[in-house]
């Protein structure tokens, strides 16, 4: 091989790098800026639309329909124009976009096998752009989009055990409160306080539970009652309980606010 010819390879290679560097850039681009250009979200009017989250669209409108069945309310059925935006948004992120740009890249595979210049504005470069824009765009549109909901899910997830680990602790104060109740009302022939919280002590089974710990300053006919998480020890409930067993001056930490 003469110096002509390697010459002529090494140009040709370069070209076809350049080349291959501008599609993946001209997909990337496009993969960002085409969707949120041309796709629109779901909105309540119902109309047509394109989506590049479908299945995030589809499971809002199934959750909403379960929220309408259970409140008893017939469900709405979505609208010829939002069924074939739906089913057109899935075809698009499913179907066309990854079938064009795997079919592209097989067909550029057998061009450059067959010693084809590959130009970049040949039909197998279109299906690739045109594929990877939808695929790859959207997978990398995707990836804050996952960490973002994952953060989400996991405050709610916090937040739902702290209001459930707060509401028990609260149906255990009621319950001591019954306890305060009952022991004033009896006379203390019957271990009661005769009409006194004086000499009243939590058993074990009210003290600690799984869920806090009570402790009670007793003063004649009020108590005041303070529980502490175990499970969040920053959570704390503080409230007075009357001779009635009602609870008046209720304060929550700032985790259970």
Excluded at 54 to 69: D, R, S, Y
Excluded at 73 to 96: D, H, N, R, W
Excluded at 177 to 196: I, T
Excluded at 207 to 228: G, H, M
Aim: with cysteine; aromatic share 10%.
């Amino acid at each position: 091989m003469n110096q002509t010819t390697e010459s002529a390879v090494i140009d040709a290679a370069k070209t076809r790098r350049l080349q291959t560097i501008i599609v993946w850039c001209v997909i990337v681009l496009c993969g960002i800026l085409i969707p949120s250009i041309f796709f629109r979200s779901y909105n309540t009017t119902g109309g047509f639309f394109l989506s590049p989250f479908p299945w995030v669209i589809v499971g809002g409108m199934t959750i909403e329909h379960g929220l309408q069945m259970n409140s008893g309310t017939i469900p709405e059925i979505p609208s010829i124009a939002t069924q074939l935006g739906c089913l057109g948004s899935i075809l698009i992120v499913f179907v066309i976009g990854p079938t064009l740009f795997f079919f592209g890249i097989k067909s550029r595979a057998v061009e450059r096998a067959a010693g084809k210049e590959l130009s970049v504005f040949r039909w197998s470069t279109l299906q690739v752009v045109l594929g990877g824009m939808v695929t790859l765009g959207l997978a990398l549109i995707s990836i804050p989009t996952a960490i973002i909901q994952r953060e989400v899910s996991s405050n709610l997830h916090k937040a739902q055990t702290e209001a459930e680990n707060r509401d028990a602790i609260l149906y255990e104060m009621n319950s001591i409160a019954l306890k305060l109740y009952e022991y004033r009302v009896l006379p203390k022939e019957l271990g009661g306080g005769s009409g006194s919280f004086a000499g009243f002590t939590l058993g074990k089974d009210l003290s600690t539970t799984s869920d806090a710990q009570y402790t009670l300053e007793l003063q004649d006919t009020l108590a005041i009652a303070k529980a502490t998480s175990v499970k969040y020890p920053l959570g704390t409930v503080t409230a007075t309980i009357n001779r009635q067993a009602k609870f008046s001056k209720w304060q929550f930490s700032e985790l259970f606010n």
